[in-house]
Nanobody, 124 residues
Framework: QVQLVESGGGLVQAGVSLRLSCAAS????????MGWFRQAPGKEREFVAA????????YYADSVKGRFTISRDNAKNTMYLQMNSLKPEDTAVYYC?????????????????WGQGTQVTVSS
């Protein structure tokens, strides 16, 4: 079965960097659009970034544009989220997700597979 496993979260101070990873198994990884979403306490899960199967296409939420970078290594079946200049408002559980096509990639309900999430806490 399909498994997505996030790692790399933690407690950090504002201004530092973190890199999240999402290891995928049970699917033809390079055929899937991958996305990162996040959910803060009391808020809905929101889109962060997405990357096409080949890696040639990327898209970011305005709130992270210029600070976060999404990438993938199809040989390793792994996706990454490099997060720089972290802010307290970036505090959330971060989820990776997979969908079949490079369309509507900001839509949460379009993603078929989800990981369990990794907590990122940014202190001021």
């Amino acid at each position: 079965q399909v498994q997505l496993v996030e790692s790399g979260g933690g407690l950090v101070q504002a201004g530092v960097s973190l890199r999240l990873s999402c290891a995928a198994s049970g699917l033809t990884f390079s055929s899937y659009t991958m996305g990162w979403f996040r959910q803060a306490p009391g808020k809905e899960r929101e889109f962060v970034a997405a990357i096409s199967g080949s890696g040639s296409g990327t898209y970011y939420a305005d709130s992270v544009k210029g600070r976060f970078t999404i990438s993938r290594d199809n040989a390793k079946n792994t996706m990454y989220l490099q997060m720089n200049s972290l802010k307290p408002e970036d505090t959330a559980v971060y989820y990776c997700a997979a969908k079949a096509a490079w369309v509507r990639y900001t839509w949460r309900n379009e993603y078929r597979y989800w990981g369990q999430g990794t907590q990122v806490t940014v202190s001021s």
